[in-house]
C-alpha cells in the first residue's frame, strides 16, 4: 500500500532562516505529488504540485519543491521563513488516473516561526 | 463564490444521534472526497466519488454512509455517533488526477 513519510513533525525557526520538510512515499509507478498548507483555523490550500517535467516546481509564496525519483522524495524548501509560514504542511501523494485515484497525505509537519 | 463550501460548519450533539454534512462545489469537478482531520491533524481519506460512484472507501465504520445525488454534491451521514467521531471533516473535490480544492471544514463535537 501507498505510504507518505513526513519526518520532521514540528519544525520551529526564526523569521529568515531557511526551511526544509521532507516527503517520501513508497508508491512505484506514476504519481503526482503535491504540498498543502494549512494555517491556522482554515482549510487545506495548495501550495505547489508536480506532475511531470522540470523536477524543481515553484509554487506560491516563495516555496519550491524538489522531485527525486531516484529517493522517493519531494521535499518543500524555502530560502527565508516568515512569521506569516506558520502553518501545517502536507505532502500527498495520487496514483492512478481517470476514474480511480488513490490519494494518500503524509502525518503533516507544524511548522512554527518565530518572529 | 465559494468554490467548495460545507454546512454546517460547527456541529455539535449527543452521543447515539445521527446526523448529516452537506458538501457542494461548484468547479465542475468529477470526483469528490471525504476527509477526517483529528485533533493532531493527521488527515485520512474516508470516501471518493467519481460522477456519483463510490471509488474509495476507506476503512471507516458501516455507520458512516456517504451519498452523491449528483456531480456537484456529495454528503455524509453519520449514525449512532460516537464520541470518536470528534474532528473536522473536510470535503474536498478535483478534476481527474489534479489539484484538490477543499471545502472550510465541519467541526463535529460529539458529547
Known amino acids: 500500500a501507498q505510504s507518505v513519510s513526513q519526518h520532521n513533525h514540528h519544525v520551529i525557526l526564526s523569521e529568515a532562516a531557511s526551511l526544509e520538510l521532507g516527503c517520501n512515499y513508497s508508491?512505484?509507478?506514476?504519481?503526482?505529488l503535491f504540498w498543502y498548507v494549512q494555517y491556522p483555523g482554515q482549510h487545506l490550500q495548495l501550495l505547489l504540485k508536480?506532475?511531470?517535467?522540470?523536477?524543481l516546481v515553484k509554487g506560491i509564496k516563495g516555496f519550491e519543491a524538489e522531485f527525486i525519483k531516484s529517493k522517493f522524495s519531494f521535499n518543500l524548501r524555502k530560502p527565508s521563513v516568515q512569521w506569516s509560514d506558520t502553518a501545517e504542511y502536507f505532502c500527498a501523494v495520487k496514483q492512478g488516473s481517470g476514474g480511480y485515484q488513490k490519494v494518500t497525505f503524509g502525518t503533516g509537519t507544524k511548522l512554527q516561526v518565530i518572529p | 463564490d465559494t468554490a467548495v463550501s460545507q454546512t454546517p460548519k460547527y456541529l455539535v450533539t449527543q452521543m447515539g444521534n445521527d446526523k448529516s454534512i452537506k458538501c457542494e462545489q461548484n468547479l465542475g469537478h468529477d470526483t469528490m472526497y471525504w476527509y477526517k482531520q483529528d485533533s493532531k491533524k493527521f488527515l485520512k481519506i474516508m470516501f471518493s466519488y467519481n460522477n456519483k460512484e463510490l471509488i474509495i472507501n476507506e476503512t471507516v465504520p458501516n455507520r458512516f454512509s456517504p451519498k452523491s445525488p449528483d456531480k456537484a454534491h456529495l454528503n455524509l451521514h453519520i449514525n449512532s455517533l460516537e464520541l470518536g467521531d470528534s474532528a473536522v471533516y473536510f470535503c474536498?473535490?478535483?478534476?481527474?488526477?489534479?489539484?484538490?480544492?477543499f471545502g472550510p471544514g465541519t467541526r463535529l463535537t460529539v458529547l
Open positions: 508536480y506532475f511531470s517535467g522540470d523536477p
Open positions: 508508491y512505484g509507478g506514476t504519481v503526482n
Open positions: 474536498a473535490s478535483s478534476q481527474g488526477a489534479d489539484t484538490q480544492y
